[in-house]
């Protein structure tokens, strides 16, 4: 492909598709690789509660349709396959999918974050039927219910603190009879009346498949292998999340758990024209809305970095406010 892009999006999810509405508006005509798995993990999430805007709630798959379909009306161009390799190291970036190369001046990376998961085939099958990877997302669909939650780090005691607020009982069960959270973290769990502790205990298997909805976890000490089938009515999986950045690492700046990145206050990475959004370089909030704003801000610096390029920085919508303020 000879044709040098103003911007190419790579990812599909809220991040994603914020950052093409904004620089298709801008008329920087973006092309947005947006993965064979369009959508984020918003596309296996069931109902959505918490995004503004969406009163009555609105199923992850259909919002990101309608966010694809918003990027679209503005001249957003989309190709539903992987990026299979990136090089970053000089301009234009080059980007391939297979054996066809795209060229861009500026590049967003929206790759986004996965779960980790227990690994059971009976967990997929109940997933969004009782089995979640987000307390702050599904939690208040579990008012007055009993939960279970799956994890021995911060994040596990996080998620099992915040769901006291709805259920009537959380159980956090970890492999360990020691935690990785923080001391401080733990003692908060270990005070709260309505969470208790199983350990050392791993889940060998989610029940209810049959009926189609989370009835029970099937737990086995991990000393003895004694198997207690405990009943529970959610199933929170607090073990992670891994971000997508296999193709970046070399090239990028990143932390140790492998996250993107940024200058403070901006998108900005290590290397000039290219900006990170969304959960590719957020492991604290990883919420829809705040990678949707995170999109924003990448495309607004993208078009802030292109228009100063070509010399005519305060036309850019991002340009710095109080220097635009002097001119």
Known sequence: MNEIREVIVIGGGPAGYTAALY???????????????WGGQLMITSEVENYPGYEEGVMGPQMMAEFRRQAERFGTEFITDDVTKADL????????????EYQARSVIVATGATARQLGLPSEQA???????YCATCDGAFYRDREVVVVGG??????????????????????????FRASQIMEDRARAHEKIEFMTPYVVDEVLGVENGKLSGVRLRHVETDEVVDFPT??????????????LF???LDHDAAGYLVTNPRTTETNVPGVFAAGDVQDHTYRQA????????MAALDAERFLAAEEGHLYGALAAPRPEAAEV
Do not use: Y
């Open 23 to 37: 620089a298709a508006r801008a008329n920087l005509h973006p092309l947005v690789i947006e993965g064979f798995q």
């Open 89 to 100: 190291s000089e301009r234009p970036f080059r980007v391939w999918v297979g054996d066809t």
């Open 126 to 132: 109940l997933h969004g039927r009782g089995v979640t």
């Open 153 to 178: 780090g911060d994040s596990a005691m996080e998620e099992a603190l915040f769901l006291t607020k709805f259920a009537s009982k959380v159980t956090i069960v970890h492999r360990r009879s020691e």
């Open 233 to 246: 009515d959610g199933l929170f999986v607090a073990i992670g999340h891994d971000p997508t950045t296999k």
């Open 249 to 251: 690492l070399d090239q």
């Open 289 to 296: 809305v705040t990678a949707a704003g995170s999109g924003c």
